[in-house]
């Protein structure tokens, strides 16, 4: 707590003309020391008592928390006045964490206070991976005439941090065997829940699949087919390297960590219908082949532990920095070179280890064009390519919009290769771009269940963008 006095140079105006005034017996200047006077007289009627700890009872709310990187949380402190005097001059300053950034609304508020009246300060900052406590309100009260100031850093109740992990809206994954049903359909009959077709009836077919309805019409037995559907095997693959730590600005969240963030969502979806989920993340140096952190393509909650381990060392591994647009031409530095040569082996890689049958989807901020080389690896092998990228590059600067251009280029380059492109825009939820990435056309499943690599096809451009918590991936949000 801390008292602030004012007028005490009044008080020394006022001793100073008063002597002078009595020793050169002049009574102007004994008339102006009451100027001065008047002052200090309406200072000490207008004196400030601190504020008890009972006078003031203040709140904080953190919602959502916890909440994915890139998502709007509104955070709300509430201040009432608990006293029975009126505090005339009362401003508050929130403790928001240095790290995050303000995205709307702000946490200063200065007001007048009744006797319980209560005062909301409501603002939005941006979540980043991690957990962020926020420090005590600085509450500050004046009197009428501003003689005196108390400020005081009470603690408020309720929420004093913010945590943001990338799989904070994900949902528990339950254990399935290994004779379950997916969610890709097929062009070959079977078990499922779509009608495909009917056939003669066999004498071991299960009642449950006959067509009652074909009997009781021509009086024939006939055995209901149904469209089958089966298990997928997907590699997610998050590209770490060091040019996508950048963000769009302070207390935004990362390339990389958008990447992850989809990644993890994509991971939970999967999993939950009964698919095969492998990881790879590019970039980094791990214990894997070609220096790949690797982890095989199972299923089950232990697979999802391991891959959310996996995804952690992505977003740690450097400092972020601001977005830099690289002009065509220019070259790379040798450190830039060496991560680029060591990226183009890693895709390869990635060929020898993709079990049959597999998908890879690439998440990426496609800010160079490192990633359409393995796009275009995967391709050639014949590997289902989906490729979901965060928007984070600005467009509110001429080198912004420029640095746009190229990276939507970059998307219809991927799409020219044969990959099923998904731009994760501003305004479009998380959850649908993940459903059209990953909701395999009837072609596409068909070969998948038959064995043959497809090429996948369709833009998520055409389809729909892709999602951030607050609509805005650069700044935050998914649903």
């Not at 008339?31 to 700890?53: K, M, N, T």
């Not at 790949?292 to 952690?312: D, M, N, T």
Request: charged share 25%; hydrophobic share 35%.
């Amino acid at each position: 707590m801390r008292r602030q006095r004012r007028w005490r140079g009044a008080i020394a105006a006022t001793i100073v003309l008063v002597i002078a005034g009595l020793a050169d017996g002049n009574g102007v200047l004994l008339l102006g020391g009451v100027v001065p006077l008047a002052y200090v007289a309406a200072g000490a009627l207008s004196r400030v008592r601190p504020p008890d700890e009972d006078d003031l009872a203040l709140s904080r709310s953190v919602t959502p928390t916890p909440a994915p990187p890139g998502r709007p949380v509104t955070v709300t402190l509430t201040v009432t006045n608990e006293s029975d005097r009126t505090l005339p001059d009362l401003r508050i300053v929130d403790g928001v964490p240095r790290d995050l950034a303000v995205l709307q609304g702000s946490p200063r508020a200065g007001t007048t206070l009744e006797p319980g009246e209560t005062i909301e300060i409501e603002y939005v900052v941006v979540a980043r991976r991690g957990e962020y406590a926020f420090e005590p309100p600085h509450v500050r009260v004046r009197g009428l005439g501003a003689s005196a100031v108390t400020t005081t850093a009470p603690e408020p109740a309720g929420d004093n941090s913010l945590v943001c992990r990338l799989d904070a809206d994900a949902p528990p994954i339950e254990e399935t065997g290994r004779t379950r049903i997916g969610q890709l359909t097929t062009d070959r009959p079977g078990e499922g829940i779509a009608f495909h077709s009917s056939r003669e009836h066999q004498p071991d077919d299960p009642a449950s699949r006959i067509n009652w309805r074909q009997y009781a019409k021509r009086g024939e037995l006939a055995t209901v087919n149904y469209e089958q559907q089966v298990a997928a095997t997907v590699i997610l693959v998050v590209d770490a390297r060091s040019p996508n730590h950048v963000v769009a600005g302070r207390g935004r969240p990362t390339g990389v960590e958008l990447a992850v963030y989809a990644a993890t969502r994509a991971l939970s979806d999967l999993l939950a219908h009964g698919h095969d989920v492998g990881v790879a993340i590019v970039g980094l140096e791990g214990d894997g082949p070609a220096g790949l952190v690797w982890l095989e393509p199972r299923s089950g909650p232990e697979q999802r532990s391991r891959a959310l381990e996996s995804f952690r060392l992505a977003t740690d591994a450097t400092t972020p920095s601001e977005i830099r647009d690289r002009n065509p031409g220019e070259s790379m530095t040798g450190s830039e070179r060496y991560e680029a040569d060591r990226a183009a082996e890693q895709h390869r890689k990635l060929i020898d280890l993709a079990p049959a049958n597999a998908q890879v989807a690439l998440f990426s901020p496609l800010l160079d064009d490192v990633p359409i080389g393995g796009v275009e690896t995967w391709r050639g092998a014949g590997l289902p390519t989906v490729v979901l990228s965060p928007d984070i590059v600005p467009e509110n600067t001429a080198s912004g919009q420029h640095a746009q251009i190229r990276r939507r280029t970059r998307l219809a380059r991927c799409q020219a290769a044969g990959a099923r492109t998904f731009d994760w825009r501003r305004g479009t939820p998380l959850p649908l771009i993940i459903e059209q990435a990953f909701a395999a056309d009837a072609k596409l499943a068909g070969r998948l269940g038959a064995g043959a690599g497809g090429s996948g096809g369709g833009s998520g451009r055409d389809s729909g963008p892709t999602t951030g918590p607050v609509g805005d991936p650069s700044a935050g949000g998914d649903d």
